[in-house]
């Protein structure tokens, strides 16, 4: 089955514990992407990678990292987290050519920092 | 680059009645739009989109959506609205980078049986 898996689902941490939240998807896609989602601000691109070593900065990079070493994955890193970081994260992915297409997009991950 | 924005953060319909949620665009090209649903408690799923061509998209679920230049709309629309089709919607499009994307605030959808 065609997916985009993210671990954990949910996440309760304290501020400035360091954390990964994994992203893999098994549809050989070039491009991976991550957005959070808040209430009354909508889907904000986190990062994008448009294949293996390249990735670029979305709207709100600040406080996050990510690496892509490998087609299949794209781990987000949140190196030291803040509360200001709780949310709801979102990876995707499509074909680089089905970007403006149709973007797959994984159950999410609701991290809490205290 | 281009940019959405969503000016309802809510609607309610009627079951059986249509509806419409609202999209307006900003952009200096030719504009590239699309809508995402996502119902509770699960990721966004694609509706449909608008590259070029017919002013009228159809997509899944019984969707529509019309692309109005003049009025730098993109509103989604469907003719008789179920009450499964309560969700929160998303348009969307190119961002200010080559290969980003944006997104607008969403519409929360009610449809009251």
């Known amino acids: 089955e065609a997916q985009v898996t993210q671990n954990p689902r949910y996440l309760i941490t304290v501020t400035g514990k360091k954390l990964t939240v994994t992203c893999s998807q098994n549809?050989?896609?070039?491009?991976m992407s991550w957005y959070r989602q808040d209430p009354g601000l909508g889907l904000r691109q986190i990062y994008y990678?448009?294949?293996?070593?390249?990735?670029d900065k979305g709207d709100v990079p600040e406080g996050y990292k990510v690496s892509r070493k490998e087609k299949r994955n794209f781990p987000l890193i949140l190196e030291s987290p803040s509360p200001n970081q709780t949310s709801l994260y979102f990876c995707?992915?499509?074909?680089?050519?089905?970007?403006?297409?149709?973007?797959?997009f994984g159950p999410g991950t609701r991290l809490l920092v205290l | 680059a281009q940019s959405v924005a969503q000016p309802e953060d809510q609607v309610n319909v009627a079951e059986g009645n249509p509806l419409t949620v609202k999209c307006t665009y900003s952009?200096?090209?030719?504009?590239?739009l699309f809508w995402y649903v996502q119902y509770p408690n699960r990721g966004l799923q694609f509706l449909l989109k608008?590259?070029?061509?017919?002013?009228l998209v159809k997509g899944s679920y019984g969707f529509e959506a019309e692309f109005n230049k003049s009025q730098t709309s993109f509103h989604l629309k469907k003719p008789s609205a179920l009450v499964s089709d309560s969700a929160l919607y998303f348009c969307g499009g190119p961002g200010a980078g080559s290969y980003q994307l944006t997104f607008g605030k969403g519409t929360k959808l009610s449809v009251i049986p």
């Open positions: 549809m050989n896609h070039e491009y």
């Open positions: 952009v200096s090209g030719n504009p590239y």
């Open positions: 990678s448009m294949n293996v070593e390249v990735t």
């Open positions: 995707a992915s499509s074909s680089l050519t089905g970007i403006w297409e149709t973007q797959y």
């Open positions: 608008y590259i070029t061509g017919d002013n």
